[in-house]
């Protein structure tokens, strides 16, 4: 397929190098003016680029790659035999795609299982509720931990009925606003919880929307603060026992967690590469993290994200291109930990950061994109815009503010620009961690799209005679 994709568009694309070789100004002191005219002559190439992911042979690719891995492996939790296989499978698709200096890089990573879980209402009658045990949380006593309930709607609530907590599970019955604000409940509560003497604490599901769905995720104890059992409930229960204590009723819960956490694990970020053709050792990284919860098939979470950004390498190689600096492809480990993969990465390569252009995470969907999210100086932001423009033909041309991502940050708080897709974030924030992520939530034809703008930016930004500038 490779050879066919190449002599339909090769001779026009060997003509369009040509033609750029003439837009260039290859002086290290250009004008902005001279900047927009070269990045305008990539106008061919991102249309073909745009047509191959979107309309042509390629189309769907990326979606069909992702239903087979999740689909055979299923959820692909740290530290888990699931998450073992993929990164092996992932490595032999690297290879047979004809990516170069594919290679696993070795790190050490949590391992925690969930267990058998349960919650039973007790008073004021008898109700089973739907729990998701929090990444890292203790379990409870075999016989498990039933306690009357102290319902809270913040952590400001909570200290100022510090005296009513003692010996009781919090419930967090936080309003959404939205996830940056609204997920310090679930990652802190149950320290918040223990300070004032609680034994558990069950937090309503961080979602945007809701059909009976807990949402799991990572929480986070602290030094010197007692550890105790955490969990997700639903929206749906986290407002039911509001109106029950508000009416003065009394609630008490039987809380079951098996939950246990176990010596590191040993995990690999997976990496191939287009390697560059002038600029071999500068970078443009292109990433998505291959771990997830171990509810659902991590579809969506990050599936999308890791797929389209290896897909992205598979369109500029199928179009027979190769930029001037090399194009890097990482799939993380461990994301969902709170980047551990990816700091192990940035502390490995570090010290080659004067090297790397731009980095790019896709972490939030792989529904239509909106645009580009970007985090970097005026005159990098500006070179995005024009970049961006090269997407008209498919009405993705917005470059938004606040760049980012759990993985790459470490490189944004060091200068690098970085670049995250936008897209419909309700909607990703209603499968979100939860037993609804599986391909059921993708799109092919939105991911087809989102595929294209990955390619375009990570391609032009990569061939570009000069690195996006740092001031």
């Not at 009513?164 to 419930?171: L, T």
């Not at 620009?417 to 799109?443: C, E, I, N, Q, V």
Request: hydrophobic content about 40%; glycine content about 8%; proline content about 4%.
């Amino acid at each position: 397929m490779k050879f066919l994709l190449f002599t339909f568009v090769g001779a026009h694309l060997l003509a369009l190098n040509s033609g750029k070789a003439i837009c260039r100004n290859d002086t290290s002191q250009r004008t902005f003016q001279e900047i927009k005219e070269e990045i305008a002559c990539y106008g061919d190439v991102a249309k073909a680029i745009i047509d191959l992911a979107v309309y042509g042979k390629a189309q769907n690719r990326s979606y069909e790659r992702l239903a087979l891995l999740v689909d055979t492996v299923g959820s692909r939790l740290s530290g888990s035999k699931g998450l073992e296989k993929a990164i092996q499978i992932m490595c032999q698709n690297l290879k047979e795609d004809g990516l170069e200096n594919v290679h696993l890089e070795p790190v050490k990573i949590p391992h925690w299982e969930r267990g058998e879980e349960s919650a039973m209402m007790l008073e004021p009658r008898m109700q089973k509720m739907a729990i998701l045990g929090l990444g890292s949380s203790i379990g409870t006593p075999p016989e498990g931990i039933t306690a009357e309930v102290l319902v809270v709607t913040s952590f400001d609530e909570l200290r100022r009925r510090a005296q009513e907590a003692r010996g009781k599970i919090v419930v967090y019955n936080q309003p959404y606003t939205n996830y940056s604000n609204t997920v310090k409940y679930r990652v802190q509560g149950a320290v918040e919880a223990a300070k004032v003497g609680a034994l558990a604490s069950l937090i309503r599901s961080v979602a945007s929307f809701s059909i009976y769905s807990p949402h799991t995720g990572i929480q986070e104890y602290q030094d010197g603060v007692p550890q105790i059992p955490t969990a997700c409930i639903t929206v749906e229960d986290a407002e039911m026992m509001s109106r029950m204590v508000s009416r003065g009723s009394k609630i008490v819960i039987q809380l079951k967690m098996g939950a246990k956490n176990y010596p590191d694990a040993d995990s690999f970020n997976t990496v191939a590469e287009i390697i560059g053709s002038k600029y071999p050792e500068q970078v443009v990284l292109v990433s998505g993290h291959l771990d997830s919860w171990d509810v659902g098939q991590g579809a969506m979470d990050d599936g999308g994200g890791a797929f389209i950004s290896w897909e992205a390498l598979s369109l500029i190689q199928d179009l027979g291109l190769r930029p001037k600096r090399t194009l890097r492809l990482v799939l993380w480990t461990a994301e969902e930990q709170g980047g551990v993969g990816a700091f192990h990465y940035y502390q490995s390569h570090k010290a080659n950061i004067s090297n790397y252009s731009l980095v790019m995470e896709s972490d939030a969907g792989t529904f239509l994109p909106s645009g580009l999210q970007f985090t970097g100086s005026e005159k990098a932001r500006a070179i995005m815009k024009e970049v961006m423009s090269l997407l008209q033909p498919i009405n993705v041309t917005q470059v938004f503010s606040a760049g980012e991502g759990t993985d790459i940050n470490f490189w944004i708080q060091d200068g690098v620009p970085g670049a995250s897709l936008l897209d419909d974030l309700y909607k990703y924030f209603s499968f979100h961690h939860s037993r609804g992520d599986t391909m059921t939530a993708m799109d092919p034809k939105q991911m087809n799209v989102a595929a294209a703008v990955w390619a375009v930016v990570s391609y032009v930004v990569a061939d570009m005679e000069e690195m996006l500038p740092r001031s």
